[in-house]
């Protein structure tokens, strides 16, 4: 029996998050392998046209949570959505709501998260600070609060190259950060926030630093942990391989390199490539919960979930591996044919960008244009290059973390519960992961077919063709224009010409003679 999933039996689990990516895996695991569970709240804003029932069937009702059917039937009946609001005071959450969950809450899991790395500083405060602050209140005032998990990110010290499990504080203190957001107009705010953030490279790794520090002042007499992922990938093997529902991270490149509109990126394919599956960080962070609630460590805990210092990878491998698996597995409907490289300095990234990206999209605009259709290509590559930029700090760096307290948890568990509660990163394998991970994107994000194959490598063969005509046009156009304006190229071609003439007359004429 797994002690970790005995202990959630019974439990009335607080959920933050949950309708994103790693919430709702964190939801799966939970109810699959304690389906005896008390309830899960989850706090779930209402969305465009959708009401927080239709969210939630929405998510019950994905393929993410088959298996849970089958372990859980009435899993409906245990998910409790409460309306809230993070950005609100009191998180907009009704009277009636927030009584129920100060009475019951056991343990909190703190997901939610703006994970945009562009987002103004005074939307990122709020939810990654000004809300973990006002959670922690919250929890201050659950009479049966047994522990309080609050998930944070690797690279919120990202300034640092090698990184401790501990917490490191920022020049300015997160309340004065807090209160100055409040009087501050935007002007003055975007104006003072390169100066914030200092030598952290957006306000997204600035402001999960801030939250970790609030985390420590504000624990008071609560059982709390952290957790630092690293990049978040597809599920390695729970509940199925490659699970992914979003473009964070790599995925976004990896489906822009898939579609063929992704032929260069800066990036160091040395640079270890910090990628975590994210049932390893959910497996972990369910552990953590266990032991926390049940050992009441003295201090706050910081465990990092990453995978470099353990089963390092780096970039170039995985680049090598994503483009062998659209080989073999292609997306639907490329742009172009999966082919890209590393480019390491401004030039040939410049160069680069103008070639394979940028010229490619106005030649099909121009295209969409004479067919009497929207042009939309340029439009989509400046995207898609302003979304590099934004990760090419991440790929051209590396980054050292040491692993004392997960790897001490890990030896704390029974042998069952490191089974079930796999978190061992050192098990996985780079290229079946990729490769997985790649397939996945194909399936559960793009919701391509695999009966679909036969046609994505006939369409991948038509634009190879049509790459080899369009050179070869380029060419002797060139050439042609070349030889007008140049004595040397005429005497090059006319050289070339004769050359060829006497090699095929003597190669008839020994042919003759044979005869
Ligand atoms: C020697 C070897 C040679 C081999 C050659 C191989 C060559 C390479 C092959 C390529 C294969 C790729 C495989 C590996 C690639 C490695 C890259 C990995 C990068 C990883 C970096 C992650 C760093 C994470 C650090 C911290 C981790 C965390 O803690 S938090 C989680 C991470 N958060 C995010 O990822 C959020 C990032 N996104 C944003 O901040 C914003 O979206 C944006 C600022 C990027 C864009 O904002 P904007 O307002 O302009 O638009 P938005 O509406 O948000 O999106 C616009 C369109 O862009 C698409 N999009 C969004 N994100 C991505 C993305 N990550 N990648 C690609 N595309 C993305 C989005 O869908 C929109 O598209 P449309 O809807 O079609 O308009
Ligand atoms: N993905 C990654 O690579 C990494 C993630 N992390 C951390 O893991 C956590 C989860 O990240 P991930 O799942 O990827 O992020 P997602 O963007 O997928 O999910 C964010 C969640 O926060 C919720 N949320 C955002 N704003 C509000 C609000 N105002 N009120 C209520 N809920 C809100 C979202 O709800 P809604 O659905 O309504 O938008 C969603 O459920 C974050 O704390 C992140 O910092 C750490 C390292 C890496």
């Not at 999933?5 to 990516?21: E, Q, V, W």
């Not at 397939?439 to 190879?464: C, F, N, S, T, W």
């Amino acid at each position: 029996m797994s002690m970790i999933a005995d202990f959630y039996g019974g439990k009335s689990i607080l959920i933050t998050g949950a309708t994103g990516f790693l919430g709702k895996v964190l939801m799966e695991k939970l109810f699959r392998t304690s389906p005896d569970l008390r309830v899960i709240y989850i706090l779930v804003r209402p969305k465009a046209g959708q009401t927080l029932q239709q969210r939630v069937f929405q998510i019950l009702n994905s393929k993410l949570f088959e298996k849970v059917k089958e372990v859980c039937p009435n899993v409906h009946e245990k998910i409790r959505a409460i309306s809230a609001d993070l950005n609100q005071n009191d998180f907009a959450i009704s009277m009636q709501d927030m009584q129920e969950l100060l009475s019951y809450t056991d343990i909190i899991f703190h997901c939610a998260a703006t994970v945009r790395f562009d987002d103004h500083l005074r939307h990122a405060v709020q939810l990654n600070v000004t809300a973990t602050q006002q959670l922690l209140l919250m929890a201050s005032q659950m009479p049966n609060l047994k522990a309080f998990i609050h998930i944070s990110t690797a690279f919120s010290n990202c300034n640092l190259k090698h990184i401790d499990e501990v917490i490191y504080p920022c020049p300015v203190e997160p309340k004065k950060i807090i209160d100055s957001m409040e009087w501050l107009d935007d002007a003055i705010i975007d104006e003072i926030t390169p100066k914030l953030i200092g030598d952290r490279p957006n306000t997204y790794t600035y402001t999960k630093a801030l939250g970790e520090m609030v985390v420590q002042q504000e624990s008071g007499k609560l059982n709390l942990a952290i957790i630092r992922p690293s990049i978040v990938g597809a599920t390695w093997q729970e509940p199925f391989p490659g699970w992914v529902d979003n473009v964070n991270g790599p995925t976004g490149l990896i489906v822009a390199a898939g579609k063929g509109f992704l032929r260069s990126i800066r990036a160091t394919p040395m640079a270890v490539a910090d990628l975590i599956p994210a049932d390893i960080v959910v497996n972990l962070t369910l552990a953590v919960g266990w032991y926390t609630a049940v050992h009441r460590p003295k201090s706050t805990l910081i465990y990092h979930c990453t995978s470099g210092n353990l089963n390092p990878c780096n970039w170039g491998k995985m680049g090598i591996q994503v483009l062998a698996t659209f080989e073999k597995i292609p997306l639907e409907r490329a742009f172009r044919r999966p082919k890209a490289d590393f480019t390491t300095n401004n030039v040939t990234t410049q160069y680069w960008n103008a070639v394979s990206h940028r010229a490619p999209a106005i030649i099909y605009d121009f295209y969409l244009r004479l067919t009497g259709r929207k042009p939309r290509m340029t439009k989509l590559m400046n995207r898609l290059l302003r979304t590099l930029s934004m990760l090419e700090y991440f790929i051209n760096r590396s980054w050292e973390w040491s692993t004392y307290n997960t790897e001490m948890l890990m030896s704390k568990l029974t042998p069952e519960d490191q089974r079930v509660f796999n978190f061992d990163v050192r098990q996985l394998n780079w290229l079946e992961y990729i490769e997985n991970y790649v397939l996945g994107v194909k399936k559960y994000l793009l919701k391509e077919d695999m009966a679909g194959i036969p046609e994505a490598k006939q369409h991948l063969k038509r634009l190879r063709n049509i790459h080899y005509l369009f050179n070869t046009a380029l060419f002797l156009i060139a050439w042609r224009l070349l030889i007008a304006r140049s004595q040397v190229a005429r005497n090059v071609w006319f050289f070339i010409v004769s050359f060829c003439y006497k090699f095929l007359s003597y190669f008839r004429a020994s042919s003759t003679l044979k005869v």
